[in-house]
C-alpha cells in the first residue's frame, strides 16, 4: 500500500520475525553474547527470558542462522505438548524415526544420534521457544534429557527461551532440579528510549529505503516510545498503522499527531501504553467496528481537501470555486452522518471514495486554469 509512496522495497515493520532485521540493541547484544558463550563453553542448560514482543524469537533465528556449520539444530516453537510429543518432536526436527511409540525408544535413538555427532567432532543443540507454555511434567522431561550426556562430556546443549511466567514456574519447589542444570540465564529487556530512532531507522534501510531525510519526527519517536516503552513488536505495529494513515492522507512526515490517531482508531484497548478511553461508535445499540478506521481515513482526507480549499481564499468572487466549496460542505457532512449512522457502510466508504477522486480532479483542474489566466495577465 505505502511501500512505493515512502520508497520501500519491502514492508518495514512486518511482524514475522526476521533475523535479517534483527537490531542489535545493548540488550539483545548482550544476549546474543550470553548465547554465544554459553555454546562455546558448552555449558548446561542456557535460560532466556523477555517479555511479549521483546525479539526472543528473531534473537534465536539469528543466533541459529549464524552457527557454525557443525552445530546439528532442533528448534522447537510449540510448546503444549505432553513430553512423549515433545521427544517425538526433536527427533523431527534431527531428521531422525519420530516414530516411536515409547519414551524409551525416543531416548535410545537421541542417545545413539548424539554419540555419532559427538564422534564426527559435531555439537548438538536443542532450542525451545515459547517454553512457559511447557506443562511442569514436560519441562521434567527436557531435564531428563540432560541425563543423556556422557561423564563430563555434553553431547548436547538446551536453549530455553520464554515469557516471564517461565521464571515463574521454575521457582517451584518441585523445579529445583530443573533449575540446578541451569547454568546461565538473561533477561531480555525492551529498547532504551534512546534506542528507538535508531531501531526505527534500520528497519526502514533494511527494507530498502535510501532517502536521508526522516519519515517519523522527533515528537513522534518520543511519543512511540511513550505508548510501546521500547518493545519492538509495539514499535512494529504503530509504525506500520502511522505509515498506512500518513499514506492515506499524502504526507511525507509523521509527526506525533497521526502516531495518536491510529492509537485513537484501534478497536482493541490495551495494546499501547496510554490511557485513553475506549472509543467505541454504536448505532442502535449495536457496535460497529469493521469500517470505522477507513470512515475516520476518509474523514480525513475530506478534511485536507477542505484545507486546499482555504488556500483559495483570494479566489472567492469565483463561481465555479464557491460550487465546489459548497459541494465539499456537504460531502463532509454526508461522510461524518455516514460515520454516525455506519448503516450502509460498504457503500458509504465506496461513494465517498468516488466523491474525493472528483473533488481531487476539479480541484487540480482549477488550480491549472487559475495559474493559465494569471499567465496570461498583462
Given amino acids: 500500500m505505502y511501500l512505493d509512496f515512502y ?112 564422534a564426527l567432532g559435531n555439537q548438538c543443540l536443542l532450542i525451545i521457544d515459547e517454553a512457559q507454555n511447557l506443562p511442569p511434567q514436560t519441562l521434567e522431561e527436557v531435564r531428563m534429557l540432560s541425563n543423556l550426556n556422557e561423564g563430563d562430556e555434553n553431547l548436547f546443549q538446551v536453549i530455553l527461551a520464554g515469557q516471564p511466567p517461565l521464571k515463574i514456574k521454575l521457582e517451584r519447589k518441585d523445579m529445583r532440579q530443573f533449575v540446578q542444570r541451569v547454568t546461565m540465564d538473561f533477561v531480555l529487556e525492551p529498547l532504551e528510549e534512546n534506542e528507538i530512532r535508531d531501531y526505527i531507522r534500520h528497519r526502514m ?67 499501547f501504553f496510554e490511557n485513553e478511553p475506549a472509543a467505541v461508535l454504536t448505532v442502535k445499540g449495536q457496535t460497529k467496528g469493521a469500517s470505522v478506521g477507513k470512515l475516520s481515513a476518509l474523514s480525513r482526507r475530506v478534511e485536507h481537501l477542505e484545507k486546499k480549499f482555504k488556500e483559495l481564499q483570494d479566489l472567492k468572487n469565483d463561481q465555479t470555486i464557491q460550487e465546489l466549496e459548497k459541494l465539499l460542505a456537504g460531502q463532509t457532512e454526508r461522510s461524518r452522518q455516514a460515520a454516525r449512522e455506519c448503516g450502509e457502510k460498504d457503500l458509504i466508504i465506496k461513494s465517498l471514495k468516488q466523491r474525493i477522486g472528483q473533488l481531487e480532479e476539479r480541484l487540480r483542474t482549477q488550480w491549472q486554469d487559475r495559474a493559465k489566466q494569471r499567465t496570461q495577465e498583462p
Avoid at 59 to 64: G, Q
Avoid at 222 to 237: F, S, W
Avoid at 261 to 267: A, Q, R
Wanted: net charge positive.
Fill in 205 to 271: 534501510r533494511k527494507a530498502g529505503r535510501e532517502e536521508r531525510k526522516d519519515i517519523f519526527t522527533l515528537q513522534a519517536y518520543e511519543r512511540i516510545y511513550e505508548l510501546t516503552r521500547g518493545i519492538p513488536r509495539l514499535i512494529n505495529v504503530l509504525c506500520d498503522g502511522s505509515l498506512v494513515y500518513g499514506f492515506a492522507d499524502g504526507l511525507r512526515e509523521i509527526d506525533a499527531g497521526v502516531i495518536n490517531e491510529v492509537v485513537k482508531d484501534k478497536k482493541i484497548k490495551g495494546q
Fill in 7 to 118: 520508497a520501500f522495497k519491502s514492508k518495514p515493520f512486518s511482524l514475522l520475525p526476521d533475523p535479517d532485521y534483527l537490531f542489535l540493541s545493548s540488550k539483545h547484544k548482550a544476549a546474543l553474547e550470553h548465547l554465544d558463550y554459553g555454546l562455546t563453553d558448552q555449558t548446561g542448560f542456557i535460560l532466556i527470558i523477555g517479555d511479549v514482543g521483546t525479539g526472543k524469537t528473531t534473537l534465536l533465528k539469528y543466533l541459529v542462522r549464524n552457527l557454525d556449520e557443525h552445530v546439528q539444530t532442533a528448534l522447537i516453537f510449540n510448546t503444549r505438548v505432553s513430553s512423549l510429543e515433545l521427544l517425538r518432536m526433536v527427533l523431527r526436527e534431527f531428521d531422525l524415526d519420530e516414530d516411536k511409540k515409547h519414551k524409551g525408544q525416543c531416548y535410545r535413538t537421541l542417545y545413539d544420534f548424539f554419540l555419532k555427532q559427538y
